[in-house]
């Protein structure tokens, strides 16, 4: 009776599901949603994932039913199944419900609708990843069953699943799953007449996947890599023969891809055992290049035949492009892998002749192009996303040239000529009217790499005429009309080899790039004429050589102007971007043309506010005429309303964001205009930039009014200082203000991303002035501190403390020891618990010095004064990790507590100390040794690359520390903390001013340690030192 009514409810919550999904699939949008909601309720039901199975797999059921169940089960698996999984959400599936869907799913491969077969595929996969092969033992035999029957469903539903099991399979399950799958893939892939193509390149892909995977496995233990050498001889042999079967019914561009793929994987994780067949490798691989491009020119430059492009088994097309992709993949692999590089270099110049013919215009972008100006421009930007044969052509030409350098350039300019000269021959004959894109193309080619070529010119290592090139074939090209898209090249290669003109071929450019600009010309010329300015005027700059472009600077901005006024988007960028370089030329035509540029700059602004690299373009302008003492007066005229009328309206009035990009271009306003400020700048901006910042609730606001009132303190303190409301409250009020609403601990912890730079700048520039509320500052900051979890926020309220250290360190350990913290010791233990648990995360080259030598001095400080409030002090240390349980799985390391030695405070410090030092030596050392010589860094990788496991090798991994003994003593090394390029791209003012910023860190802490290191007391300290402190220390001549 039991078992009935148990049969009975089955039954009932079975129909229940069917009824459920008939309702997701009905048109009915309110039955829809209720049957949405009910499936949700079902889905933590014992038998739903069986139910879902059995639909799944009934030839009888209604189609559309199939197809639904078959997703939803694949959605059930994931979140069900395994407690382990990342998705999971409860209940787990039971044994029982797990034992009758595995039973039933493989009957799903067999199916002959595709959708359903392939959720069927997916769903054994995950099922495999967290059941094979203990609770699943006899999957693969089911599966190679299903690979070796007649049925074409079984087998594509069998490679389904291994495609999809190969991509998530563990390290646990490769070396029981390799044995059994690869001789399959082999007998798949060379049995050309029983299966399909796309089958067969499908076991390529579940090769090239297992390949990886071994290869990553082989990272960490060197034996791994064993489990492919036995397949390694007969894979490769099957790939060199695929690649030399002509396209037909055996092979087509889909499957030659996958094998390319696949030999790159084993180039560059398997050198060693790869060097024997490279002669037989590289003969087809170079045939398929060369061969391709002649199709590709064909079919796809110059569309003049029609190419039938594959499509793999889910219908997608396989491009042609994808395969030569692959090919220049292929060759990058070769450069990437120090055994191979060799192989490149000899065959330079032929390779990069081809690669320059991947480098021409395509028809479809020529009237992609045409139509989209702002495609054009996205397309052909040097920091594009967008991707094309065209696209990695270039890349891999410039990955040529930055490997090999002087040997690309004569390969560049030979290959270059060669096609000229062949163009030139099809131009006069007339028999190629697209002999113009290999203009295009190689001029692209020469300006690409045009440092190299000037560096190797004037170095004497290169024989090319650029001037007969500029002359001949540049300003030639520019008296034709074959296509705008040739002129546009002309002018923009030429304005990369300026420095290489003589002045009266530059004012030949020069006329022609004006020209360019001019509306009646083509939006792509007019565009290319932009790109052209800005290189000419960046040039003439660095070379203080502007007065040959003054005569021009009219026209040109004339032309830019129209420009911007006519396009959006990203035409729009970058004309802004070479208006902000033309007024960087020359301050007297700069002020001149302030009533055209200023107004124009402050309508993109208002319009295009939301846009971030126009607001920034925007910024920049008003930069230049902030520090142009003629136009700067009219700037404010013209600005200031327009900023202050944003800043005071309704929040609902403005466009979101609107404000923030206001305050920022206040700030800029502020920090670069002459100082004292104009009386409009304190008297009506800033009382309504601080009220907008104190009524906003919205983070990017607060931040940026922080930031701008942060500058008003820095550069006009003493004004700000004395301007009161009608109220008779100071702006240092305001200031005060809005520090304590964004250190509110009920405001978003995002708002106080810069707030320590605000409170710090108020120290620095008030100082005691600030009276009662220098504590409360301080109070906040405390507060905000505790509950901060952004590294970014909570650096930035350190920093506050460690710019303490070096102005008010008596007053500051004062402080923090009368104020209790949130445990119930004082704040002083709690800023230096966070501060020495991240310090060692910190980053920015000026905020590095400032905490780190802010420790040095409070170190130095407790020493000197035997100061106990420090002393007595205890932290974490490093941490214990035990090698008695075994190896440390992610299990494990989430069920057990980290251990942690605990340490005085001032040990931490010394500790974080040396570990600063060596964060210096290594950036320096990195810097130092770029130019190391190539056979000594090329012995290192082709160590790590070693495929033999030699003893001692497989435990060691190259770091700093084992690579310091090849170098003198880090002592004897200054450094290139002084000028190093991180400095370069500062643009924090008040850190520029602090004297901090001019420290070289190295240096410092290397002359710290080692007068620590003469003290009687050091042994204090050195007793705690770790292998690797020892190690760094030794470099200083501290032996210990």
């Given at each position: 009776m039991a078992s009935s009514t148990g049969g009975d409810v089955s039954r009932s919550l079975k129909d229940v599901l069917l009824e459920t999904l008939s309702g997701i699939l009905s048109p009915d949008h309110n039955l829809r949603v209720s049957a949405e909601e009910q499936v949700k309720a079902l889905e933590v039901t014992e038998e739903f994932g069986v139910h879902l199975a059995e639909f799944t797999v009934d030839h009888n059921g209604p189609l559309a039913i199939r197809q639904l169940a078959s997703v939803l089960l694949k959605q059930y698996v994931e979140v069900h199944w395994s407690v382990h999984s990342e998705k999971f959400r409860p209940p787990e599936t039971t044994d029982q419900a797990k034992a009758a869907i595995r039973q039933m799913l493989p009957a799903g491969l067999k199916e002959s609708i595709s959708k359903v077969r392939s959720s069927v595929a997916y769903a054994i996969?995950?099922?495999?990843?967290?059941?094979?092969?203990?609770?699943?033992?006899?999957?693969?035999?089911?599966?190679?069953?299903?690979?070796?029957s007649t049925d074409q469903n079984a087998v594509h539903g069998a490679m389904r699943v291994l495609t999809e099991f190969t991509r998530e399979v563990t390290d646990i399950q490769m070396p029981q799953m390799a044995p059994v799958i690869l001789p399959e893939m082999y007998k798949i892939f060379t049995r050309a007449e029983a299966y399909s193509i796309r089958t067969r390149s499908r076991a390529v892909v579940i090769f090239t996947t297992c390949a990886n995977m071994i290869s990553a496995m082989g990272d960490l233990d060197k034996g791994a890599r064993a489990l492919l050498h036995p397949f390694l001889p007969q894979f490769i042999e099957a790939f060199?023969?695929?690649?030399?079967?002509?396209?037909?019914?055996?092979?087509d561009s889909g499957i030659k891809m996958e094998v390319l793929k696949a030999v790159t994987t084993l180039v560059k994780n398997y050198p060693k055992q790869m060097a024997p067949y490279m002669s037989s490798i590289l003969q087809p691989v170079w045939t398929t290049l060369t061969e391709s491009v002649t199709i590709y020119v064909r079919t796809v430059v110059n569309n003049v035949e029609e190419m039938d492009d594959p499509a793999d088994s889910d219908g997608e097309v396989l491009g042609f492009e994808n395969l030569v992709f692959s090919i220049f993949e292929f060759v990058h692999g070769l450069i990437e892998t120090p055994k191979f590089r060799k192989i490149v270099r000899k065959s330079m110049d032929h390779l990069l002749y081809y690669v320059i013919l991947y480098m021409q215009i395509t028809e479809e972008q020529v009237h992609l192009w045409t139509n989209s100006p702002d495609q054009f421009v996205e397309d052909e930007d040097e920091d594009t996303f967008s991707y094309s044969v065209r696209i990695s052509a270039q890349d891999l030409l410039l990955a040529i040239a930055s490997e090999f350098q002087g040997d690309t350039?004569?390969?560049?300019?030979?290959?270059?000529?060669?096609?000229?000269?062949?163009?030139?021959?099809?131009?006069?004959?007339g028999t190629d009217p697209n002999w113009w894109k290999v203009h295009e193309a190689c001029m692209l080619t020469l300006g690409s790499i045009k440092d190299l070529i000037?560096?190797?010119?004037?170095?004497?290592?290169?024989?090319?005429?650029?001037?007969s090139f500029l002359q001949n074939i540049v300003l030639a090209d520019l008296n034709l009309s074959v296509s705008p898209f040739l002129l546009g090249r002309a002018l923009w290669v030429a304005s990369r080899f300026t420095l290489l003109m003589s002045p009266e071929m530059m004012q030949r450019f020069l006329q022609s790039t004006v020209a360019g600009l001019q509306e009646s010309q083509p939006p792509s010329v007019r565009i290319s004429a932009a790109r052209a300015i800005y290189g000419f005027c960046d040039y003439l700059k660095s070379s203080d050589n502007t007065q040959m472009i003054l005569p021009y600077l009219e026209p040109i901005m004339h032309g830019l102007v129209?420009?911007?006024?006519?396009?959006a988007a990203d035409v729009l960028a970058l004309v802004m971007e070479t208006i902000y370089t033309v007024l960087t030329v020359d301050k007297n035509f700069t002020a001149s043309c302030e009533t055209k540029t200023v107004p124009l700059t402050i309508a993109i602004f208002l319009k295009y506010n939301s846009d971030p690299l126009i607001t920034a373009l925007c910024q920049d302008i008003f930069k230049v005429y902030s520090q142009n003492e003629m136009a700067q007066p009219m700037l404010q005229q013209r600005l200031l309303p327009t900023i202050i009328s944003v800043l005071q309206a309704p929040t609902d009035k403005v466009p979101p964001g609107m404000p923030s990009n206001c305050l920022d271009v206040l700030c800029t306003m502020v920090r670069h205009s002459p100082q004292p400020l104009h009386g409009l700048m304190i008297s009506e901006a800033f009382p309504a930039a601080a009220k907008c910042t104190l009524s906003s609730e919205d983070n990017a606001t607060m931040q940026s009014?922080?930031?701008?009132?942060?500058?008003?303190?820095?550069?006009?303190?003493?004004?700000?200082?004395q301007w009161q409301d009608d109220q008779n409250r100071s702006g240092l009020w305001y200031v005060i203000q809005v520090a304590n609403q964004m250190l509110d601990p009920r405001t978003s912890e995002f708002t106080a991303a810069f707030v320590g730079k605000l409170v710090s700048t108020l120290l620095s520039k008030v100082g005691p002035a600030l009276g009662e509320n220098l504590e409360l500052l301080l109070r906040a900051v405390l507060s905000k501190m505790q509950q901060a979890e952004t590294l970014s926020v909570m650096q930035n309220l350190v920093l506050v403390f460690a710019q303490l250290v070096h102005t008010q360190l008596d007053a500051l350990l004062n402080f923090l020891t009368s104020v209790p913290g949130p445990t119930g010791a004082s704040a002083l233990e709690f800023v230096l618990t966070e501060w020495c648990s991240r310090q060692h995360l910190f980053y920015g080259a000026y905020e590095t010095k400032v905490s780190t030598v802010a420790l040095c001095k409070l170190l130095q400080h407790s020493i000197n004064s035997n100061d106990s409030r420090l002393q007595d002090i205890q932290i974490k240390g490093d941490q214990i990790f035990s090698t008695s349980d075994g190896i440390l799985t992610r299990s494990k390391c989430a069920t057990a507590p980290e251990r942690w030695t605990m340490v005085p405070v001032l040990v931490k410090m010394y500790k974080l100390i040396i570990n600063e030092l060596s964060n210096q030596v290594e950036t320096n050392l990195s810097k130092s040794q770029i130019e190391d010589e190539e056979d000594e860094e090329n012995d290192w990788e082709e160590e790590d690359?070693?495929?033999?496991?030699?003893?001692?090798?497989?435990s060691e991994t190259v770091t700093l520390l084992s690579l310091l003994d090849k170098y003198s003593p880090a002592s004897d090394y200054s450094g290139y903390d002084f000028d190093g390029d991180e400095e370069e791209d500062e643009e924090d003012q008040d850190a520029l001013n602090d004297p901090l910023y001019k420290v070289n860190l190295q240096q410092y802490l290397t002359e710290f340690l080692q007068q620590l290191s003469q003290q009687p007391y050091y042994g204090t300290f050195s007793a705690h030192h770790s292998d690797c402190e020892r190690k760094v220390l030794s470099t200083i001549g501290i032996n210990t």
């Open positions: 996969s995950a099922i495999a990843h967290w059941d094979w092969p203990e609770a699943w033992p006899d999957l693969f035999q089911q599966l190679m069953q299903a690979l070796t060199v023969h695929s690649l030399q079967v002509p396209d037909g019914v055996a092979s350039t004569m390969g560049i300019c030979s290959a270059t000529m060669r096609h000229l000269q062949e163009a030139e021959v099809a131009k006069n004959s000037i560096d190797q010119l004037h170095e004497n290592k290169l024989n090319f005429d650029v001037s129209t420009l911007a006024m006519q396009f009014g922080g930031e701008c009132l942060r500058a008003y303190v820095s550069v006009a303190c003493d004004q700000i200082s690359n070693n495929e033999d496991g030699a003893a001692g090798d497989s």
